[in-house]
């Protein structure tokens, strides 16, 4: 497994998400919205010939919708990744940078808030700050999960 | 029937491949069942395909080997080398046939007998003295006959059409590659149009489209496949078997036209033969053994596709004996694959899932159609492995439907576009039976407790607005809404209220990701060419989702008074809705023509209405509240012209609806006013308008406006009060209005008003009527013929006199 992270935020929180999971990082335009489905699917978006289901991890964490959903201009950084045979994108609030860290990743320590506490696989320390690291594929589980409950 | 053919072919030779090395490989490991299992499929499925196919030789071959392979299955024997290289060279004459039909020429009848014998003679000779190889004669026959293909081949050219298989990773690729393509040609066209590109790139960005087109078309079609082409080798495959089998069965064979995906199609072609199959062989019974069990000397055995969602569903289902669950639990411990005390545990459900284990049959008796216990297991590998599901549903002396739902994965479909609450979805066209619109003639629409109903020319159905089933608002918009008759999943269809309708594209349809499909009225995603991901509906989920009861009840008669009106004489009416709201008809005769008038010509004349129409007043037939209809923002109102020859009249109206073909029968009981009677037209009673009494009711109205035409002249044109008032409300009336000395002399006919003395002198001695008007309202004496100047009513009365005065003289 590579040490190779992909630094964003999601509902103000730092994460990590190992690139392995990651096929791209886009700048979202039109968002077609999906009206009868649960609140964090956040609409279809178009990447060339593809269909991206976009996830808005703001809302499957703290059931509020991301700012940029309503936005007029709707724009927004999604983590492009392939789940079990479908194209998502994770909506996030930024993408910070692509970074190789070498400390192996760590227990969490603390209490976590009740929201982040399915997502949270661990800690890594990079530069003297910690992230979660996330797992999108589990993330993307949980969330239907969550929702459901 | 070559297709089939080629098929077959192309089918048995990609297997032989495969299975070259599991030959190899068992003779390495000869107790491996895994692999024997493989090989003896592999006959059982050439002879099940020939046996359609009418190739006896290859059916006699791949008979011999599986009868062989079966008792070394079923004696839990291993096979020696010499019995495994003569089934080798069973399969190496099998490869040999192959080439030959291929090539459309007739192998020479050699030695099939001997290398039979060879075969059985091996199986014998192993069961006997395992040791022994007598694999010589075999191989030595295989290598003389091979010898003589390959020379006959040199001198044949390939004279069939050549086909070439893909991995389909490689179409999928081409596929997003030309959707690609297009998206890009449509950014391109959106540049072309904003900037001003020259004809010549025009012509090239032209034909640069088309060959995409072309392409998309064609990579379209290198996937999709009707089903009909599943269900092709169906019809001769029943008839043969039941012939062979003296049962008699109907095939009904539906949904042909559903499209599939290529590679399913393949597929589902061999999990489907074996169903079909087993339902007659083991299913239908002998027509004695139905009329004894008091059905049908014919059995029936219905095949039928249909798309469900994101699933094709194929289903088999005969009136046969179904499957006997017992019988089914006591060949599974018979052949020890479970006690008789695991059995008993289990639930019949789960009982009947045992006809799904590897080597079970309850068929009696060995057939050379089935009952080896291949089959259900093998069907449901099949299914399962291209990820789809098979059920059973069975009925224990009435017969058994299986079930397959395989998946959709890449299909194109022709969709329609649509638009409800600002969003566009797509709907299988194939799902659709009929587009309306709400103000169709022939739809009624009922609200009962919120439950719509929609009755189509006597038809009622369940109507769910698509707005509220995904929860959106519903958009104002002017014209009306698209209603579409939509075929659902369990056969009843209902009717879907969009907001429009706006197009039709074929569509790629992409499998959605779980958490949209969860929502259940989705099958799907799609990108259309403007590059805007849109989702396909799901016609059977919308209707699970709104729970819509899903009746049908063709209301009898509905019909019988429909065959009824047909005899009845008709005749065209135009239906329009009153500025009051009523619907009435009223015959399209009269009618001379329909015009949009502006609010601004309509007037009150005398508690009257009026519309200057072309510069002249037409009587209106129904008051006109101006105020009203402005404060509404209604600019124009739609009136009919009608005429009865002489004499226009204006009919304003809320909105002209259509034209009907009206019985002329009326029920005269509610006639009044100008309403003629009412008439039943499409299930709704409407009133008619009785032409007749329109043109009488409006006979005053009519000499007003005959008497309009004279002319009055008055007197004085200095006068102040004859210019601001008096004049102002002859126009008003619909008079014209001339002026003394301005205008000449006065002629004959003509009115003149008299309001000083000094004019007096202008109009004696002509013929024209005079009025004089007064400024006291008391008459200065008792016989004083003048009139008081507000006293309108007299004044208006006295004109009108005075012009029909004219009129007589």
């Given at each position: 497994m590579s040490n190779l992270y992909l630094f964003a935020h999601i509902a103000d929180t730092a994460v990590a998400i190992r690139t392995d999971e990651v096929e791209a990082v886009v700048r979202l335009s039109e968002l077609s919205p999906v009206p009868g489905v649960m609140g964090h699917v956040a609409g279809l978006s178009a990447l060339r010939s593809r269909v991206l289901t976009i996830i808005d991890a703001t809302a499957v964490i703290t059931g509020i919708p991301h700012d940029t959903i309503n936005s007029e201009a709707g724009e927004g950084y999604a983590i492009v990744c392939d789940i079990s045979g479908h194209s998502y994108g994770i909506l996030v609030d930024g993408v910070d940078d692509i970074r190789t860290v070498h400390n192996p990743p760590l227990p969490i320590c603390g209490r976590v808030s009740d929201a982040w506490t399915p997502y949270a696989d661990g800690v890594i320390e990079d530069e003297g700050l910690s992230y979660f690291i996330m797992s999108l594929s589990s993330f993307l589980d949980q969330s239907s999960v969550v929702q459901a409950a | 029937m070559d297709e089939l053919l080629s098929e077959f072919v192309a089918e048995t030779q990609e297997s032989l491949e495969a299975l070259a090395n599991v030959v190899v490989a068992l003779e390495v490991d000869p107790s491996d069942r895994t692999l024997l299992d493989e090989l003896f499929r592999f006959f059982h499925t050439v002879k099940g395909s020939c046996g359609f196919l009418n190739l006896p030789r290859f059916e006699k071959l791949s008979h011999a080997a599986e009868d062989v392979l079966s008792e070394i299955r079923a004696g839990d024997a291993t096979p020696d080398s010499a019995t495994i290289s003569a089934v080798l060279a069973v399969m190496d004459r099998i490869a040999q046939l192959c080439e030959a039909v291929a090539i459309g020429e007739s192998l020479p009848d050699g030695n099939d007998g001997q290398l039979i014998e060879t075969l059985h003679h091996c199986y014998r000779m192993a069961g006997a003295v395992p040791e022994e190889s007598t694999a010589e004669p075999a191989v030595v026959v295989d290598e003389e006959t091979m010898a003589s293909t390959q020379v006959e081949r040199t001198g044949r050219g390939a004279a069939t059409s050549r086909t070439i298989r893909l991995p389909l990773s490689l179409i999928d690729q081409l596929m997003n590659g030309v959707s690609d393509m297009v998206l890009a040609r449509n950014e391109l066209s959106r540049k072309l149009r904003t900037g001003d590109a020259s004809p010549e790139l025009e012509t090239a960005f032209e034909r640069l489209s088309a060959c995409i087109a072309d392409m998309r078309d064609t990579i379209s079609k290198t996937r999709m496949q009707r089903v009909d082409r599943l269900f092709m080798a169906i019809p001769r495959m029943v008839r043969d078997l039941g012939r062979e089998l003296g049962k008699s069965i109907e095939l009904k064979l539906e949904g042909g036209d559903v499209e599939m995906d290529r590679e399913m199609v393949e597929m589902v072609v061999d999990p489907l033969t074996h169903i079909v199959r087993n339902s007659i062989d083991h299913g239908i019974e002998s027509p004695a053994d139905r009329i004894a069990a008091g059905k049908p000397e014919v059995g029936t055995l219905k095949v039928s596709a249909r798309q469900s969602g994101s699933q094709i569903v194929i289903e088999v289902a005969d009136d046969g004996r179904g499957i006997n669950i017992d019988a089914v639990a006591h060949k599974i411990v018979s052949a020890g694959i479970m006690t008789e005390q695991d059995v008993a545990k289990l639930s019949n459900a789960a009982k009947l899932e045992l006809i799904f284990t590897a080597g079970l049959s309850t068929a009696n008796q060995v057939t050379a159609v089935s009952g080896r216990g291949v089959g259900m297991d093998i069907v449901r590998a099949n299914i399962e492995r291209i990820g789809g599901i098979i059920s059973l549903s069975n009925n224990p002396g009435n017969g058994l439907t299986i079930t397959m739902r395989v998946p959709l994965t890449l299909t194109i479909i022709p969709g329609l576009l649509l638009n409800a609450g600002g969003l566009n979805f797509a709907i299988p066209r194939s799902a659709i039976v009929e587009i309306l619109h709400d103000n169709n003639p022939t739809v009624s629409i009922n609200r009962l407790a919120g439950a719509l109903t929609a009755t189509i020319r006597g038809v009622r159905y369940s109507m769910i607005d698509l707005e509220t089933v995904i929860g959106l608002p519903f958009i104002e918009r002017t014209g009306p809404r698209t209603l579409i008759l939509v075929r659902s999943s369990s056969g009843n269809p209902y009717i879907l209220g969009v907001s429009q309708v706006e197009n039709h594209e074929e569509l790629v349809i992409r499998p959605a990701a779980p958490m949209v499909m969860a929502?259940?009225?989705?099958a799907g995603m799609t990108l259309p060419d403007n590059g805007q991901p849109m989702l396909l509906l799901d016609a059977g989920g919308i209707a699970q989702t709104a729970q819509l009861p899903l009746v049908v009840d063709d209301i009898e008669a509905g019909e019988a008074a429909a065959q009824e009106e047909e005899a009845r004489q008709y005749y065209t009416g135009l239906r329009l809705e009153e500025l009051t709201g009523e619907q009435r008809v009223i015959r399209l005769s009269l009618v001379e023509r329909v015009e949009d008038i502006a609010l601004a010509a309509f007037g009150m004349t005398a508690g009257h209405t009026h519309a200057m129409i072309e510069g002249n007043l037409v009587p209106c037939l129904r008051s006109v509240d101006v105020n009203a209809l402005k404060t509404q923002g209604v600019k124009e109102v739609t009136c009919l012209r009608l005429r009865d020859g002489v004499r226009e009249l204006c009919y304003p109206v809320r909105s002209v609806i259509d034209i009907d073909e009206v019985p002329t029968e009326l029920d005269l009981s509610v006639a009044y006013d100008v309403v003629a009677g009412v008439v039943l037209l499409n299930g709704v009673h409407i009133e008619v308008i009785d032409g007749f009494a329109l043109f009488a009711s409006a006979p005053d109205i009519l000499e007003q406006a005959e008497t309009a035409r004279a002319r009055c002249v008055i007197a004085d044109a200095a006068d102040s009060w004859n210019r601001e008032i008096l004049a102002p409300l002859l126009t008003q009336a619909g008079y014209q209005v001339a002026w003394g000395g301005s205008e000449g002399a006065v002629k004959a006919g003509d009115v003149v008003l008299v309001t000083s003395e000094p004019a007096t002198e202008m109009v004696s001695g002509s013929q024209a009527a005079v009025i004089r008007l007064r400024n006291n309202s008391d008459p200065a004496e008792p016989d004083d013929p003048s009139i008081y100047r507000y006293d309108r009513v007299r004044l208006l009365e006295a004109i009108s006199q005075a012009g029909q005065k004219r009129g007589v003289a």
């Open positions: - | 929502a259940g009225i989705y």
